[in-house]
C-alpha cells in the first residue's frame, strides 16, 4: 500500500512538473524590420507555437525579458502596433500597462543599468471587437529619455473568441 501510494505521488509530481513547463514554454518569436536586439526570452500565455491565440476580451499575459543597453534608465515604455489586413494600427496601452518601470517582475526596478538583465509584464487587453484573421502584434521597448529602442519582436497571432 505504501509503495502504491509513493508511485502515485511521483507519477502526479512528474504531472505537475510537464504542465508547468507547457504554461512556462518560451513563445517564438520574429525580429522587427530594426536592428534592434530580440529579447532575451517571450512568454505569452501558454503558447509555444505561433501563431498564438488572443482571446477576444480577455487580457493576454506576455512576459519579456530583456536586457538594458545604456545606464540610468528611469523611463521605459513598451509600444504595441497590430499589423492586420495589410494596414498597421498603433495599439493606445494605458499608461500604467505600458510603464516598463512599474511592471518589472522579481524585485526588479528602476533605474535600469547597461547590461541588467530584468523581465518585463504586460497585461494587454484585447478588445472584443479585433477581427477573427491573423495578425502580426509587434511589441517594442523605448528608453523614453532618448527615445532609442532596447528591444523588438514580432508575434504572429490571432484573435478569437471564446
Same mark, same amino acid.
Given at each position: 500500500?505504501?509503495?502504491?501510494?509513493?508511485?502515485?505521488?511521483?507519477?502526479?509530481?512528474?504531472?505537475?512538473?510537464?504542465?508547468?513547463?507547457?504554461?512556462?514554454?518560451?513563445?517564438?518569436?520574429?525580429?522587427?524590420?530594426?536592428?534592434?536586439?530580440?529579447?532575451?526570452?517571450?512568454?505569452?500565455?501558454?503558447?509555444?507555437?505561433?501563431?498564438?491565440?488572443?482571446?477576444?476580451?480577455?487580457?493576454?499575459?506576455?512576459?519579456?525579458?530583456?536586457?538594458?543597453?545604456?545606464?540610468?534608465?528611469?523611463? @521605459?515604455?513598451?509600444? !504595441? *502596433?497590430?499589423?492586420? =489586413?495589410?494596414? /498597421?494600427?498603433?495599439?493606445?496601452?494605458?499608461?500604467?500597462?505600458? #510603464?516598463?518601470?512599474?511592471?518589472?517582475?522579481?524585485?526588479?526596478?528602476?533605474?535600469?543599468?547597461?547590461?541588467?538583465?530584468?523581465?518585463?509584464?504586460?497585461?494587454?487587453?484585447?478588445?472584443?471587437?479585433?477581427?477573427? @484573421?491573423?495578425?502580426? !502584434? *509587434?511589441?517594442?521597448? =523605448?528608453?523614453? /529619455?532618448?527615445?532609442?529602442?532596447?528591444?523588438?519582436?514580432?508575434? #504572429?497571432?490571432?484573435?478569437?473568441?471564446?
Amino acid at each position: 500500500m505504501c509503495i502504491l501510494m509513493k508511485s502515485s505521488q511521483i507519477i502526479f509530481f512528474i504531472f505537475i512538473l510537464g504542465m508547468s513547463r507547457m504554461i512556462s514554454a518560451e513563445t517564438p518569436v520574429r525580429k522587427c524590420a530594426y536592428d534592434v536586439p530580440l529579447p532575451l526570452s517571450v512568454q505569452v500565455d501558454s503558447c509555444s507555437t505561433m501563431p498564438c491565440d488572443l482571446w477576444k476580451g480577455s487580457e493576454s499575459q506576455i512576459i519579456i525579458q530583456f536586457v538594458a543597453n545604456r545606464n540610468d534608465m528611469f523611463n @521605459v515604455r513598451a509600444n !504595441v *502596433e497590430f499589423t492586420t =489586413l495589410g494596414v /498597421q494600427i498603433p495599439y493606445e496601452l494605458e499608461a500604467s500597462r505600458s #510603464d516598463v518601470c512599474e511592471n518589472l517582475m522579481y524585485g526588479a526596478y528602476c533605474p535600469l543599468y547597461k547590461d541588467e538583465d530584468v523581465t518585463y509584464h504586460l497585461a494587454l487587453p484585447i478588445d472584443r471587437h479585433q477581427p477573427e @484573421v491573423p495578425t502580426k !502584434v *509587434e511589441i517594442s521597448l =523605448l528608453d523614453s /529619455q532618448n527615445s532609442n529602442m532596447i528591444s523588438c519582436f514580432v508575434l #504572429d497571432a490571432k484573435f478569437r473568441s471564446r
